[in-house]
């Protein structure tokens, strides 16, 4: 299955702040879209980083509670690994697993085209053994 399948189903919506939103608004956003990171994009619209909520709590360790006043641009990822649509979830996987990370943006033609999450992917991935067993039900029943 590619990435776009997967972004049909669940939709391309998606979260983003600006790298000057405070770390308190962005944490009233991801309550709001009760989502668990967003994409901070630049004014020109290209991405500047993703920032998550373990980014808010690691950070918020580090430097106490005046990190919430201060701008996601201190927090956020800057380096953010990404996927295109047509990109096979299997892919994505591998990534997601090598690097780490829980979301990657998916770029079509160097725009934000939507976000996919390790959740999407381990729902994705049930979806497939479901059928799989499904089949070999149907299989050994008509044998």
Known sequence: MRIADLLRKKGSAVATVTPET???????????????AMV???PDG???GIVSERDVVR??????????????????????ASCTPDDSVDQLSVLMTERRI????????????????????????????????????AYISQG
């Open 22 to 36: 405070t770390v308190t608004t962005l944490l009233a956003g991801l309550a709001e879209h009760n989502v668990g």
């Open 40 to 42: 901070v994009v630049a």
């Open 46 to 48: 290209s991405i500047a």
């Open 59 to 80: 950070r918020l360790h580090e430097h106490g509670p005046g990190l919430l006043d201060g701008p996601v641009s201190e927090i956020m990822t800057t380096l953010v």
């Open 102 to 137: 829980r979301h990657v943006p998916v770029l079509a033609d160097g725009r934000l085209a939507g976000i996919v999450s390790i959740g999407d992917v381990v729902k994705n991935r049930m979806e497939q053994l479901e059928q799989s067993q499904e089949q070999l039900q």
